[in-house]
C-alpha cells in the first residue's frame, strides 16, 4: 500500500533515481515531493537521516530497534518516513545537497553509511499556448555544485523522439504536431514533463461517406482546450468554409459557403455567403463548426475545407472529402410488372479493392443473391415483389461507410387469365343485358294485347282517362 503511494509520487512529480559510485543521486525541481529510498529495511537496526549543510549534519529523523522514532520538528522541512526511507515533501531551495544515511545493527558500533545526492533541476515553462509559427522555448538544466560532473540532459518531443544535439535547452518554431508533452531526459532518466499547446482544428477524418437518405454532417471543431478567448488573444481574424465540387477541377469553381469574423465586440455569427443551405450546427460561441444537412446530395460530392485565419499570418485548416452514395433508378421509380429494373449504387468513384456493395432487395424480390454486389443491377422482368424499399450499403472492410435506400412502385400488368376472367365477366354482363331486355319485351307484348282486346281502338290510350 505505502509502496504503492510512493511509487505514485515518484511518477507523479517525475523524481527518479540513478546509482552512481559515489550513491544515489536524484533530480528535482524545487515544490516536488523526493524520496530517498533505502536498499533495505532492516528492524533490528538503528537508522538515522541526516542533510549535510556545510559539514554540518543536520539530524532530520532517527529510527530505533523497538519502533521508536523520532522526526525533526521543523516548519521548512515536510518530512515522513516509509519504513526506513525518507519523504521530503515540497523541496525548498535550500534543501539541495547530500543526504546522509547511516545505519547499524543493535550490538554493533560499526555504521554503514550511503550518500544520496539530490541536485536541482530547473525547467524553463513555455507560454501555456501557442500559435503554429510562434516560438517555443523549452529549458532543462540541472545545478551540480563544482565538482560534480554534469549529466547529459537533452529533451523528447511528444512522439517520444529524441531531439537532436539541444543540451537542455530548445528553441523552436512552433508547428501543430509539436502540442503534448514534452520530456527532460537527465542521465538516461525521465525528469520532467512540460505540455505545449499549439492551436490547432481538432483532427478529422480526411473521407467522410453519406448517402442521399442519410445526413450530412462535415466536421470542424476547436479542441477542448482552446477557447474563443484564446484565439482572440491570440489575433483570430477569420473562420471560413469552402467547397469544391469534385465535378470541377477548375481552382475557379472553389465556393466560400460561410464566414465569421470573431472581432471583439462583434457577435459571433456566421454568415452565409453562397446558398448551399449546409447550415452550422450551433451558434459560433460553442466549439463545433460543422456545417450540416438532412440529407446528403449528389452535388455535394467534393472537398469541403474549413480554415481559420490569424493576425501573424498563420492558417490551420481541415479539409474533409465528402463522397456521396446514391441508389438511382435510370427510368424513375414507378413500373408495371415486366418491365426491365435497372439500378445502381454508387459514389462516383471506382470502389477500391476493400470496399464492398451489399443489396438488401424487399422481401419478395426475384433478384438472385449473387447478383447482390453490382454497382449495376438489372432485373429485366420485375415483378410486383420487387416493388418496396431498396437499400444498398457500401462497407469497407468490417466497416459501414454509407448506406442509400429507395422505394420503387411496381403496378401489376393485366395477365393472360385476368384478361380472361374480365372477358368472361363482360360476355355474361352482356348476355344478361339481352335476356333482361327480351324478357321486358315479351311482357310488353302481352299487356298489348291485352288492351286491345279491352278498349278495341286502333292506338291504344291509358285507362284512367278516357272511360267517360
Ligand atoms: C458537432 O455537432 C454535430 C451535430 O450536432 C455532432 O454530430 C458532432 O459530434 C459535434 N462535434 C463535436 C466535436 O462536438
Ligand atoms: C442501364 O442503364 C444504363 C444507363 O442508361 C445503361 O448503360 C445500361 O446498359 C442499362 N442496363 C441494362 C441492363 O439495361
Redesign the pocket.
Known amino acids: 500500500m505505502m509502496k504503492n503511494f510512493i511509487e505514485d509520487v515518484l511518477i507523479l512529480f517525475s523524481v527518479f533515481f540513478s546509482v552512481t559510485g559515489a550513491g544515489e543521486v536524484i533530480y528535482a525541481q524545487v515544490g516536488d515531493t523526493v524520496t530517498l529510498k533505502t536498499t533495505e529495511y532492516n528492524q533490528q537496526k538503528y537508522h538515522y537521516w541526516y542533510f549535510n549543510n556545510h559539514d554540518n549534519k543536520l539530524r532530520l529523523a532517527w529510527l530505533n530497534p523497538l519502533g521508536g522514532k523520532v522526526l525533526l520538528q521543523d516548519k521548512n522541512w515536510k518530512i515522513s518516513l516509509s519504513g526506513n526511507s525518507l519523504i521530503i515533501k515540497d523541496i525548498r531551495d535550500e534543501q539541495f545537497g547530500t543526504f546522509l544515511w547511516e545505519h547499524n545493527s543493535g550490538n554493533s558500533l560499526n555504521l554503514k553509511v550511503t550518500t544520496y545526492t539530490v541536485l536541482k533541476l530547473r525547467v524553463m515553462k513555455p507560454n501555456s499556448v501557442v500559435l503554429p509559427g510562434e516560438s517555443v522555448s523549452l529549458g532543462c538544466f540541472v545545478d551540480a555544485p563544482p565538482g560534480q560532473v554534469k549529466p547529459d540532459v537533452h529533451w523528447l518531443d511528444p512522439r517520444g523522439v529524441r531531439v537532436k544535439n539541444n543540451r537542455g535547452t530548445l528553441d523552436k518554431k512552433a508547428e501543430s504536431q509539436d502540442s503534448g508533452k514534452w520530456t527532460c531526459v537527465v542521465g538516461t532518466k525521465n525528469t520532467a514533463h512540460i505540455s505545449v499547446s499549439v492551436v490547432d482544428l481538432a483532427p478529422s477524418p480526411e473521407n467522410l461517406y453519406s448517402s442521399t437518405s442519410s445526413r450530412l454532417t462535415v466536421p470542424c471543431s476547436l479542441p477542448s482546450w482552446i477557447s474563443w478567448d484564446h484565439l482572440k488573444q491570440k489575433g483570430i481574424q477569420e473562420v471560413q468554409w469552402h467547397f469544391s465540387p469534385k465535378t470541377s477541377s477548375s481552382p475557379a469553381s472553389d465556393q466560400r459557403l460561410w464566414l465569421l469574423h470573431p472581432s471583439p465586440g462583434s457577435s459571433f455569427t456566421w454568415k452565409k455567403d453562397k446558398d448551399r443551405d449546409l447550415v452550422p450546427v450551433s451558434d459560433a460561441t460553442k466549439r463545433n463548426l460543422s456545417l450540416s444537412r438532412d440529407t446528403a446530395r449528389v452535388e455535394d460530392r467534393g472537398d469541403f475545407t474549413c480554415s481559420m485565419a490569424f493576425q501573424n499570418g498563420s492558417t490551420l485548416s481541415r479539409t474533409v472529402h465528402v463522397e456521396v452514395l446514391q441508389l438511382a433508378s435510370?427510368i424513375g421509380t414507378e413500373f408495371t410488372s415486366g418491365q426491365?429494373l435497372?439500378l445502381s449504387c454508387s459514389t462516383g468513384e471506382p470502389l477500391t479493392s476493400d470496399m464492398q456493395l451489399k443489396w438488401f432487395p424487399p422481401d419478395q424480390s426475384s433478384l438472385l443473391k449473387s447478383d447482390r454486389h453490382g454497382a449495376?443491377l438489372?432485373i429485366k422482368e420485375a415483378s410486383t415483389g420487387d416493388g418496396g424499399k431498396w437499400r444498398c450499403e457500401l462497407w469497407r472492410r468490417d466497416l459501414l461507410l454509407a448506406s442509400a435506400e429507395l422505394k420503387l412502385t411496381i403496378e401489376p400488368k393485366l395477365s393472360v387469365w385476368m384478361l380472361a376472367i374480365i372477358c368472361s365477366a363482360i360476355v355474361i354482363l352482356i348476355l344478361l343485358v339481352i335476356l333482361t331486355f327480351i324478357l321486358c319485351r315479351r311482357k310488353q307484348h302481352k299487356t298489348r294485347n291485352h288492351r286491345h282486346r279491352l278498349c278495341q281502338c286502333k292506338n291504344p290510350k291509358p285507362k284512367g282517362f278516357y272511360r267517360t
Open positions: 435510370f426491365t435497372n449495376h438489372a
